[in-house]
């Protein structure tokens, strides 16, 4: 049976390396793990590598300067990053870092292999040379999903374009109600695509939910087909979107 991947594990738990490799060994990937971020980087400059899950609360180096080392030498690898509850803020920067995706602990293994498998795709390798181009002003939180200002305190979210195409076609789309506060890199969205899997989509900001998209609650497929434009999911007030939009980077 051809490899679905080969797999970095970066964990400083030697239980958690263990229990993550026989759940994707299991799934068809080749797992390789490391319990040292200089270790892992030692790996990392003599093999290549599809797929990286890397804890970033790790002793001596954290997770965040592994991924600063694979901006330099694997740019094509997609790093899937493993934080704690709360711990939004790293989750954000390691996107600035080239993130591909992250999971939160304690994780489920259907949770672990969603991000792994979007990761592994053939889309995922070219996904960030082949972006489409949104409408300017537009902040994206790492290739996963967006934000746009369209009127004073008023931001309309939704998926990114290569969210969308390494997950596949939408089935269903769980938003969140109307009244609902959303917070930066936490839970925006979830969905479920034709080929059975179930995904998260992270808020690019924080804010109160003012409108939700009840044409995409009905055509889910409205978000492959039109990303940027008929397929937002959500318009949210947000007092402080200056401050987080910085966060994300520079808008397009």
């Known amino acids: 049976m051809a490899s679905a991947g080969k797999v970095l594990v970066i964990d400083d738990e030697a239980v958690v390396c263990a229990g993550i490799s026989r759940a994707l060994v299991r799934h068809g990937y ?5 319990l040292e971020v200089p270790v892992a980087i030692e790996k990392v400059e003599n093999q290549r590598y599809d797929v990286f899950l890397v804890d970033i609360m790790m002793p001596r180096m954290n997770g965040l300067a592994l991924l600063e080392r694979l901006r330099e030498t694997q740019r094509n690898a997609r790093a899937v990053v493993i934080t704690g509850l709360g711990a939004a803020a790293h989750a954000i920067e390691a996107f600035r870092l080239g993130a591909f995706d992250f999971v939160t602990k304690p994780f489920t293994t259907d949770e672990l292999l969603s991000a792994t498998m979007r990761a592994s795709t053939p889309a995922a390798e070219t996904c960030a040379q082949q972006q ?6 537009t902040y994206r939180l790492g290739v996963h999903s967006w934000v746009r200002l369209v009127d004073r305190n008023l931001g309309t979210a939704g998926v990114h374009d290569c969210f969308q195409r390494t997950a596949g076609k939408f089935v269903s789309v769980d938003l969140p109600n109307e009244g609902d506060e959303l917070v930066q890199g936490e839970l925006c969205a979830r969905i479920r695509v034709e080929a059975g899997g179930v995904y998260t989509v992270w808020s690019p900001i924080s804010g109160r939910v003012v409108d939700v998209n009840l044409n995409v609650l009905q055509r889910p497929d409205l978000a492959n087909l039109d990303p940027y434009g008929d397929g937002w999911f959500v318009q949210l007030f947000c007092d402080a979107f200056e401050d987080e939009a910085r966060l994300l980077g520079a808008p397009t």
């Open 30 to 34: 080749e797992v390789d793990t490391a």
């Open 132 to 137: 489409v181009n949104p409408p300017s002003g």
